[in-house]
């Protein structure tokens, strides 16, 4: 029987196990949403194209599966940009579908027209346009293949209006021939050998675990493989969660913001074994200064990810969980008993280093401080919650006052730096994890970008809890203005914002406003009870409030300003 | 260092912008791109010319191998090779020159195309030395147009680009 290109498309996605989409209809791609309106995928109506594309992101990194949007011709597309950017930047597996204007009138700046496979070219894993609906079927088994498997990362479907209205017979393709995609799985195995010995015997080693940790669902591997060997565990921002966050062996997060102790002990080792991460500058600071004296050994699915920024001395090409599991079973064959006492003591000056300079703040302070917000969200939520963040001081916050104990349970936009990410981001982990608290730490400034998004959750009874850390500021504009540009406050005050308890009021969520300390934790409590609508808290916090430590752009890693 | 990459790549939509995409996006040069496709209709080959440091041309070869349309990458420049570029050059001539440039064009085993009473143009192919040897020869005769092809370069032996991995 033959079925018109919009049905064929929404066959395949059954096919491919898509049970919820986020989308925004648009004029060519009404024929696909006639065909939605009788299937059983359930479709979400974000109020902006943005909205949809970060709560699709937000989905993937909850749940671990591919996320799904749309978005239509034009402006739909153009508007899903900073999405499909956003997923790129982080790994994140996207299929995008977008709308576009029939074939006949592609390229004659037809209405609603735009060349958005050309658009997104450097920033998507892969494209496509089809050409006709026989193929259908086969680009979506694709899509989804490439977007989940390596490294993965957003795929884009431009959906030419024509094409949907044409019919063909739905071909499920048996099976995929990508004769130039071959994602190499399984690491060499003389080169896992290398790099125990080169573990083995060394004095001073850390495992730097990235996002790819979480990616590969390697995270078991991960903490078995430090507690066999003893290594203490750094990871990148995105890579928290990685181990569990109150784990022994687990010091920390690195980089700009990250603590003292992680930031410290990168500069010392002799041997680093990174694992699933791409040494980003935020993390690594001034890349001399940078483990000068480490050999490295680097675990990666992605061979450009290996001796783009650092040096790598043993290479290994393959997927985090596969290899460290390839390690695992080699592990018995080598002496962990060796260099203990070198070792032992190198743990013990890291531990020490984490002693003399925690995370911290005046917490004797009377006002809110922002810390003690997030603080506040852990204790209550016992450390169960998904975070989401927004981006700036909240999302280091973030990081640095909420232990994560569960990979996928921190949420955040790493590499693009998304305002305007977190909320959206909650939305669409909440729909993925319904079982869990969501909460997006968020910044005034920040919540702003997609504020529209307050309705959707409400339309869609998404119980996501918003606790805005306000300081009426773009508070890290602010606190690099204030250390480096002499506190001249050019264009961070937002003196007129919303008040965000009416505002949520009149989207028919539930707002909240905490002036006083003492009322935190009630307040957090008191969100938690609401299970149909999201709750926008506003934590009036202190105005002038900075982040530390922070490495300042362009020093080393160990160069931190402490206050 | 110059250096001369073989990539083996599906016919397809937007292959050539998704490759020199790259190439722009992440501040690589290109000196030279030729593409055309091999016995199969549904495979091509370009030949790409490029500069840079041992890490940047490591990285541009992992990037190209990253691109889902991409079969095959090779650093020619690596092994031996025969790498050829073509001329088509448009030379002023006089009663007084023509003979001499004839004397040179035979030299240089290059070919006459086309010929009025004061031009020539003439094909040659070559490496990039060759070529621009005879393009210094021909200077002081007064060089009205210069259209060159990027290089090809093709691998010495039986071994072919698609062996590779």
Known sequence: MKMT????????????????????????????????????????????????????????????????????????????????????????????????????????????EADIIGITRPIVKHSYLINNPEEITTVIREAFYIAASGRPGPVVIDLPKDIMAQKAEFKWPSKIELPGYNPTVKGHLGQIKKMLRMLEGAKKPVIYMGGGVILSGASEEMTK??????????????GQGGIPGTHENYIGWLGMHGNYAS???????????AVGTRFSDRSTGRLDGFAPNAKVAHIDVDPSSISKNV????????????????????????????????????????????????????????LIKPQYVVESIYKVTKGEAIICTEVGQNQMWAGQFYKYKNPRQFVSSGGLGTMGYGFPAAIGAKLGCPDKEVFDIAGDGSFMMNIQEICTAVQYNVAVKVAILNNKYLGMIRQWQNMFFNNRYSQCCLDCQPDFVKLAESFNAVGMRIDRKEDVEGAIRESLKIKDKPVIMDFTVDREENVFPMIPAGAAINEMLLK | MRHTISVLVENKFGVLSRISGLFSGRGYNIESLSVNKTMDVNISTMTIVTTGDADVIEQIIKQLRKLVNVLRVRDVSEMEHIEREMMLVKVRTEKSTRSEIFNVVGTFRAKTVDITNNSLVIEITGDRGKILAFLKVLEPYGIIEVVRTGAIALSRGSKATSDFK
């Open chain 1, 311 to 366: 040096r790598i001395d043993v290479p290994i090409v393959g997927d985090c969980k596969v290899v460290l599991n390839q390690a695992l079973s080699e592990i018995d064959k080598y002496s962990w008993d060796k260099n203990l006492k070198a070792r032992k003591d190198w743990m013990e000056k890291i531990k020490a280093w984490d002693k003399k300079q925690p995370f911290g703040y005046d917490r004797e302070s009377t």
């Open chain 1, 263 to 273: 930031n410290m002990a990168m500069a010392e080792p002799d041997f680093i074994l």
């Open chain 1, 5 to 112: 290109g919009a049905e064929i498309l929404v066959e395949s996605l059954r096919k491919q196990g898509v049970d919820l989409i986020f989308g925004y209809p648009g004029g060519v791609l009404l024929g696909i949403y006639d065909t939605l309106f009788d299937s059983d995928i359930k479709h979400i109506l974000p109020r902006h194209e943005q909205g949809g594309i970060h709560a699709a992101d937000g989905y993937a990194r909850a749940t671990g599966k591919v996320g799904v949007c749309f978005g239509t011709s034009g402006p739909g597309a153009t508007n899903l940009v900073t999405g499909i950017c956003n997923a790129h930047m982080d790994s994140v597996p996207l299929v995008v579908f977008t709308g576009q204007v029939a074939s006949n009138l592609i390229g004659g700046d037809a209405f609603q």
């Open chain 1, 225 to 238: 493989l430090s507690e066999l060997t003893g290594v203490p565990v750094i990871s990148s921002f995105l």
